[in-house]
């Protein structure tokens, strides 16, 4: 029986199979590569504390932007839609419940919002001030 994300070892099991997944993927996988290069063991320490301080109230381990560090990359809807495809299946495969629910309307909520940001800087030219 699948169970629901509850501890920072679900969390760290979820986001260890889904960049697993996003390595592998050849349209995100290099775009992921590309920027994290040789860091993926921080990135992925960032991705667990992040993850933590969105699912687990009580824990809030992350006081970063996420958007800013995505602001420059060649990312588009395609992307997007790759990135929730890829983190819904990792989801389901293993967990089930309130929270896991949550952590597939929180990524597809960030997705959102992402895209209406990116969209608004390069139809401005600019630089991101979010």
Do not use: C
């Not at 629901?4 to 995100?28: H, M, N, P, Q, S």
């Not at 933590?52 to 997007?80: C, I, R, S």
């Amino acid at each position: 029986m699948m169970k629901d994300i509850e501890t920072l070892e679900d969390i760290k099991y979820l986001v260890d199979g889904f960049y697993g997944r996003v390595r592998k993927d050849e349209l995100i996988g290099p775009i992921f590569d590309e920027k994290i290069g040789n860091h993926w063991d921080r990135h992925l320490d960032i991705m667990y504390r992040f993850w933590q301080t969105v699912l687990l109230e009580e824990d809030k381990t992350y006081f970063g932007n996420p958007f800013m560090k995505h602001a420059a990359l060649p990312v588009f809807g395609e992307h997007f839609q790759r990135w929730l495809q890829l983190w819904k299946e990792t989801l389901k495969k293993d967990f089930n419940g309130p929270v896991a629910d949550e952590a597939y309307t929180r990524a597809e909520r960030m997705a959102k919002v992402f895209q209406i940001k990116l969209k608004a800087i390069r139809q401005e030219g600019g630089s991101p001030v979010f």
